[in-house]
């Protein structure tokens, strides 16, 4: 059963605190992307990774940091530096040289105070 | 600045009539136009795409019309139902392996 997984749904962290959330996909797809979301607002890319070991920053990565060690596994950390770090988090994926379309995972909930 | 456009935060449709959800871009570069569906808590759902060559894409009751003249693209459901509610997003693309810019969502409410 193929798919994009992230864990947790909800996670709740002290301010002050990195966090990493997980996203995995056994789609055999090149390219990963994190997405942040917040209410009444649209998706806004924060990293992407279009091959292993390599990254290039979104709209707005200040404040997180992220690795691509191996093609399924795309880790997402949010460091202290993040000023807003409550939010929604999206992963996605794609077949990179083929296709536009994102395929999204179910989502994590970062909620930091 | 936005660079895709959502102008209508919500839209109240009956069960077996047209929705019609809007959307504007401003780059020029963009080459590609997706249509996501999003339930609360949960990612969005790849529903219907389009390519900057073609002004028309049909996929059983979603059509997207493109009229690149005017940088303007719309998402047809035909009839709606009741799961159709849900909120859409519009969103597009410069080059595959990049960036979707997304734009704000629209709600659409389907009442039988």
């Known amino acids: 059963d193929g798919g994009i997984t992230q864990s947790p749904k909800y996670l709740f962290r002290k301010e002050g605190q990195n966090v990493t959330l997980s996203c995995e996909q056994n789609?055999?797809?090149?390219?990963m992307y994190w997405y942040r979301q917040d209410p009444g607002q649209g998706l806004r890319l924060i990293y992407y990774?279009?091959?292993?070991?390599?990254?290039q920053k979104g709209d707005i990565a200040e404040g997180y940091s992220v690795s691509r060690e191996k093609k399924e596994s795309f880790p997402l950390t949010v460091t202290s530096a993040q000023k807003n770090p409550t939010a929604f988090y999206l992963c996605?994926?794609?077949?990179?040289?083929?296709?536009?379309?994102?395929?999204f995972g179910p989502g994590t909930r970062l909620t930091v105070t | 600045d936005q660079q895709v456009k959502q102008n209508s935060p919500s839209l109240s449709v009956q069960e077996g009539r047209i929705s019609i959800l809007n959307c504007d871009y401003t780059?020029?570069?963009?080459?590609?136009f997706l249509w996501y569906k999003k339930y609360p808590a949960e990612g969005p759902t790849f529903l219907i795409s389009i390519s900057s060559i073609k002004d028309k894409n049909e996929d059983g009751r979603f059509t997207v019309f493109l009229n690149k003249s005017a940088k303007h693209l719309s998402l047809h459901i035909v009839p709606s139902q009741p799961g159709d509610s849900a909120v859409y997003f519009c969103?597009?693309?410069?080059?595959?392996?990049?960036?979707?810019?997304f734009g704000k969502g629209t709600t659409l409410s389907v009442s039988s």
């Open positions: 990774s279009q091959i292993v070991n390599d990254f």
């Open positions: 996605a994926s794609s077949p990179w040289d083929s296709s536009y379309e994102q395929y």
């Open positions: 789609l055999n797809h090149d390219a």
């Open positions: 969103a597009a693309s410069a080059r595959a392996g990049t960036a979707l810019i």
């Open positions: 780059n020029s570069m963009f080459d590609y």
